[in-house]
T-cell receptor, first 114, second 111 residues
Framework: DTAVSQTPKYLVTQMGNDKSIKCEQN?????MYWYKQDSKKFLKIMFS???????INETVPNRFSPKSPDKAHLNLHINSLELGDSAVYFC?????????????FGPGTRLTVT | DAKTTQPPSMDCAEGRAANLPCNHS???????VYWYRQIHSQGPQYIIH???NNETNEMASLIITEDRKSSTLILPHATLRDTAVYYC????????????FGIGTKLQVIP
């Protein structure tokens, strides 16, 4: 069983389009995250949700809108895609929101904007 | 703005212990030291974490110096599957977890 899953794995789209990435975890965790890994391989946190509530928003353009319908799902919707949005996006989850809990990452979604 | 310093790359012979160092000289008393790794094209994988004491699990050992300004991740018997980028991270324990990944150390295990 996959602990943290993401769909799609690859996403190729044109500038200006709107796209969504879905994330699901079956670990029973109540905290979920979105990270962006750029071409230089830096992995930066974007958002964190705890029990469907947004707790971290790391100065991400408001074209990015996370949505958590329940605590097992955290989706990422991106409006008006730009070339600079091309990256690998990782979803993660942890048992709690404190630093005493390790994070479990999904396999990533490679987004290419042309 | 990562708070840690790691060598950019290291080699290790297969079957030998891999010792990956990390400096975190500005660590505060309530910050944990975490280690993750990222095998090519996969999501990061948690390895181990600690606050003050040395820690060991089925994957690795974490040795934290007494002043907590540096630590070493030890993979006791490196295999080719351990080839990955290893990230040392400090994370505040007092509030919401916000993990910041640096560049990490690219470990190449050589046959």
């Amino acid at each position: 069983d996959t602990a943290v899953s993401q769909t799609p794995k690859y996403l190729v789209t044109q500038m200006g389009n709107d796209k969504s990435i879905k994330c699901e975890q079956n670990l029973g965790h109540d905290t979920m995250y979105w990270y962006k890994q750029d071409s230089k391989k830096f992995l930066k946190i974007m958002f964190s949700y705890n029990n469907k509530e947004l707790i971290i928003n790391e100065t991400v353009p408001n074209r990015f809108s996370p949505k958590s319908p329940d605590k097992a799902h955290l989706n990422l919707h991106i409006n008006s895609l730009e070339l600079g949005d091309s990256a690998v996006y990782f979803c993660a989850s942890s048992q709690g929101q404190l630093s005493s809990y390790e994070q479990y990452f999904g396999p990533g979604t490679r987004l290419t904007v042309t | 703005d990562a708070k840690t310093t790691q060598p950019p790359s290291m080699d290790c012979a297969e079957g030998r212990a891999a010792n990956l160092p990390c400096n975190h000289s500005t660590i505060s008393g309530n910050e944990y030291v975490y280690w993750y790794r990222q095998i090519h094209s996969q999501g990061p994988q948690y390895i181990i974490h600690g606050l003050k004491n040395n820690e060991t699990n089925e994957m690795a050992s974490l040795i934290i110096t007494e002043d907590r300004k540096s630590s070493t991740l030890i993979l006791p018997h490196a295999t080719l599957r351990d080839t990955a980028v290893y990230y040392c991270i400090v994370s505040w324990s007092g509030g919401y977890q916000k993990v910041t990944f640096g560049i990490g150390t690219k470990l190449q295990v050589i046959p």
